[in-house]
């Protein structure tokens, strides 16, 4: 099971930084991904993170302004979110999938969001 917490209204330019903790199983050999999905729109792949932590990928739009992390010995993965823009708003989701993916349909585990809201 995962949990997404750390949501909340920040002004734009500000910075938030998105939890993901697991319980009831290990995720430490998963990768992990974050997604967002704003109103009356798809969800969007953000980034994602290697099992080991050695690897990242990231969407284009949040290049250079989020960075994901996390602390397999905490069970943890973390999206720290800088320079945030008011179209950065949206219901964001953790997710666990055995492999590599930006597609959110592969992935098999997945929190219930927190929503992202950043004002103009």
């Known amino acids: 099971q995962l949990q997404a917490s750390g949501g909340g209204l920040v002004q734009a330019g500000g910075s938030l930084r998105l939890s993901c903790a697991a319980s009831g199983r290990t995720f430490s050999s998963y990768t992990m991904g974050w997604f967002r999905q704003a109103p009356g729109k798809e969800r969007e792949f953000v980034a994602r993170?290697?099992?080991?932590?050695?690897?990242?990928y990231y969407v284009d739009s949040v290049k250079g302004r989020f960075t994901i992390s996390r602390d397999n010995a905490k069970n943890t993965v973390y999206l720290q979110m800088n320079s945030l823009k008011p179209e950065d708003s949206a219901v964001y989701y953790c997710?666990?999938?055995?492999?590599?993916?930006?597609?959110?349909?592969?992935?098999?585990?997945w929190g219930q969001g927190t929503q992202v809201t950043v004002s103009s």
């Open positions: 997710a666990a999938n055995r492999f590599p993916s930006t597609t959110a349909e592969v992935y098999d585990y």
């Open positions: 993170i290697s099992w080991s932590g050695s690897s990242t």
